[in-house]
C-alpha cells in the first residue's frame, strides 16, 4: 500500500471547507473511505448529486498559469460520472481563493510530473494541467476557512 501524505492539518481544513460547500452548494458532503480514491460523494434529498476531490495548496492561485492533477484522479472521476451520471468537481483551496473545475472538461495538457521533493518515485506520474482560468471561483469561502499563517 501507498503511504498517504494527508496529516491531521490536513484533514481538518478539508472539514472546514466542506461544511462550507454543504451550505453554498445545498447538499451533504460524505467522506468515502480510501479505496473509493475520491475524497466526497455530495447528496440532496438523500440521492447522489456529486463526487468532489479536493486539494489544498500553499501558494496563490494566479502563481502558476496552470493547476495540476493526477490523471489517475480523473480517470476515478469518470468512473463515478459514468455509474452515477452525476459530475466530479475538483475542488482547490489556495492560500488566497478556493475554486473548482468540473473534471470532465478536457485539461489544457498532460504530461509527466509531480513532486519530486519527497524522495518518492510514485509521485512521478502523468499528470493534467488546468489552466488557472479553467477553475471557477466559489465567492466568500475564503474568508470561512481559517489557515495558519
Known sequence: MRKRYESQ???DKEKQVSSVLET???CQLIKMPVSY???YLALRNGQPVAAVEMRHRSNKINKYPTFMFGLSKILNAVKFRVALNVPCFLV??????TAYVDLSEKPDSVKEGGRTDRNDGA???PVAHYRINQLTLINGLQTTIKTKD
Open 24 to 26: 453554498l452548494w445545498n
Open 92 to 97: 482547490v483551496v489556495f492560500t488566497d481563493a
Open 37 to 39: 480514491n475520491l475524497d
Open 9 to 11: 492539518a490536513d484533514r
Open 123 to 125: 509521485d512521478i506520474e
